[in-house]
């Protein structure tokens, strides 16, 4: 116990210093990116020079990913207000924002919602980890895929249940989840699941894994319902 609360302590100070690190590279990155685009557009350019820009495009891309993960789990704690949150309205816009940046990969994202689903919880965090979630799944799977999102209120718990069928995890993946830049992915952060443990952690709620290599997990997430 001792040990966790220790843990959690050095969490918030590498929090801290990760945002005001984060704020001074994001801006100057953003900066370099506007302007290796505005040079994609040069016609005076050769394609090997072209495929030199996309690349470093594409990486700088991966750079701010990076930055942003950090930057949102190091956000000041007042900003964090607690909400009464509907699921049911939350995990529709999340689906419709997964839509809108293209990170369906041609997968269907199915909701079925039973019932009052109601939590207190702060919305951009709740969103954050749904959205992480649901990524993964979709990454999971192979293209045109079902990801299922059901939530239920279930003996004073909203039981939310991310179910894909892809990949799948062996054990030893299981147990690495949450370990910072813990990643199977070529394009992976591996920081998606540490930040959805600490929000998961953060409002009282669990998060377990049921998951078979080659066929699939099922991540089920339970928060106190109000
Ligand atoms: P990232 O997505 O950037 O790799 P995450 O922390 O979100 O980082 O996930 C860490 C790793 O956990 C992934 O690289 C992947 O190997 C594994 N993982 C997470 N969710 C799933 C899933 N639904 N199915 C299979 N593997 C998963
Ligand atoms: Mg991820």
Redesign the pocket.
Known sequence: YYEQIQQSGRLKITGQLSAAVAHEIRNPLTVVKGFLQLFEQDTSFTAERKGHLALMIDELGTAEQVISQFLSVAKPEKEKVLETVDVKLVLQSVKDLLHSYGLLHNNRIELNIMGDCTISINTIEFKQLLI??I???I???KMGDLVLVTARSEKGFVVIN?T?H????SEE?VA???TPF????S??????????FNIVEKYKGTID?Q?SKGH??T?TIRFPSI
Do not use: Q
């Open positions: 992480n979630i990524k993964n799944a990454e999971a799977s991310v894909d892809g990949r799948g995890m993946e690495s989840l949450g813990y990643s199977l992915k394009k992976g952060t591996g920081l998606g699941m540490m930040i959805c894994f998951t699939g997990t991540v």
